[in-house]
């Protein structure tokens, strides 16, 4: 039953997240720590996300914006490599605090509350509607890619920050959903290099046929997710990525994620 949870998490997720470029992770990682060691549960979520990742560069691909790829993609992939590092150094630093709920024990740490609370400034400021206004410079795209690089390496959540960029960057929502699908990849492929090494140091085995078919359910999902692509406008994007990105910093705050 929780194998199921897991697979019908992955394709809901899929389908969702597909328009606004991030939140895929978050929620697979909390599917699959519902039933695998914690430290597994991060490699099949890497793994399925690079997947997912992959296949939506053959789906929307050629929709890239080649320059923003350029001026975005290749600071975000050599800032992936930084914070992939960085984790390496700060994932053992212990917990500001931790508290009960539930029967569970949550744990708030440094990188979570920082990245959490940049996220929700970011969400607050869209969803009031300041940034109606903002049209981001192409000056500003590499200082974009760095900061979603940086923070895609050192806690996965690269789809947050790029989404921030990439929505006030003036592209049509299919050149957003191509280029954010070009870059996710670039910095997937930064990010396990770094992993990889401490995968393979795990001593249990990743059940394969369940990691085959939640790969499968979330290839299914971003084909749903690409035929639905032109009922949805931009403005409902960016609507529903504001959302998502303040959902994922709450939980981010509180220690759930």
Request: hydrophobic letters at 60%.
């Amino acid at each position: 039953m929780t194998y199921l949870f897991a697979i019908i998490i992955a394709l809901v997720a899929s389908a969702m997240t597909f328009f606004t470029g991030f939140g895929l992770g978050t929620l697979l990682l909390a599917g699959f720590v519902l039933i695998l060691p914690v430290g597994l549960a991060v490699a099949a979520t890497a793994i399925v996300h690079l997947a997912n990742n992959v296949f939506k560069l053959f789906l929307v691909g050629r929709k890239a914006k080649p320059e923003v790829v350029l001026r975005f993609g290749i600071p975000a992939l050599l800032f992936a490599f930084f914070g992939a590092y960085i984790l390496t150094l700060v994932a053992n630093l212990p917990a500001l605090f931790t508290y009960d709920l539930l029967d569970k024990r949550f744990a708030v740490t440094p990188v979570k509350l920082l990245i959490g609370t940049l996220m929700a400034m970011f969400s607050l400021v869209e969803l009031s509607g300041l940034s109606s206004r903002w049209k981001l410079d192409r000056g500003w795209m590499p200082l974009g890619g760095m900061l979603s690089g940086f923070f895609g390496g050192l806690s996965g959540h690269q789809g947050a920050f790029r989404s921030m960029f990439l929505l006030k960057a003036g592209l049509t929502k299919e050149e957003f959903i191509g280029t954010s699908s070009v870059i996710a990849v670039l910095v997937d492929c930064g990010r396990l290099t770094i992993y990889i090494p401490h995968f393979s140091s795990l001593q249990e085995n990743i059940n394969l046929g369940l990691l085959l078919a939640v790969i499968l359910a979330a290839l299914s999902g971003s084909i749903i997710g690409n035929q639905l692509l032109k009922k949805v406008t931009l403005q409902a994007i960016e609507i529903a990525a504001s959302i998502l990105l303040l959902v994922i910093s709450i939980a981010l705050i509180s220690g759930i994620i």
